[in-house]
């Protein structure tokens, strides 16, 4: 499985971005899928996470309603819309593939390589 992370950039605080995450080499369809995220001299932290068709949906507390993550299985992509971005957004967001279908089940063993946020004051 092959997970590659795009979208990110240089953005003003205050705006928006979507992240997007293609799976290849074997279809993410029937397992969870997350986005986590590693900030410069920080540990890798949860940031979202999304069952198998998309219904059940999981945020780390400091998303506060400003994120949403979504799949389009038929495609083998995952998307996080971020809004309201605020200068301590800024990290390398990686996409996440589960060993099950549930993201409370799951163990995280697919990565992809990261694409990098930068949100100014």
């Known amino acids: 499985v092959q997970l590659q992370a795009s979208g990110g950039g240089l953005v003003q605080a205050g705006a928006s971005l979507r992240l997007s995450c293609t799976a290849s080499?074997?279809?993410?369809?029937?397992?969870?899928m997350a986005w986590f995220r590693q900030a410069p001299g920080k540990d890798r932290e949860f940031v979202a996470a999304?069952?198998?068709?998309?219904?059940?949906?999981s945020y780390a507390d400091f998303v506060e309603g400003r994120f949403t993550i979504s799949r389009d299985s038929a495609k083998n992509m995952i998307y996080l819309q971020m809004s309201s971005l605020k200068p301590e957004d800024t990290a390398l967001y990686y996409c996440?593939?589960?060993?099950?279908?549930?993201?409370?089940?799951?163990?995280?063993?697919?990565w992809g390589q990261g694409t990098l946020v930068t949100v100014s004051s």
């Open positions: 999304v069952d198998w068709v998309g219904d059940y949906k």
């Open positions: 080499g074997h279809t993410s369809s029937g397992y969870a």
């Open positions: 996440a593939r589960g060993n099950a279908r549930n993201p409370t089940r799951s163990k995280w063993n697919y």
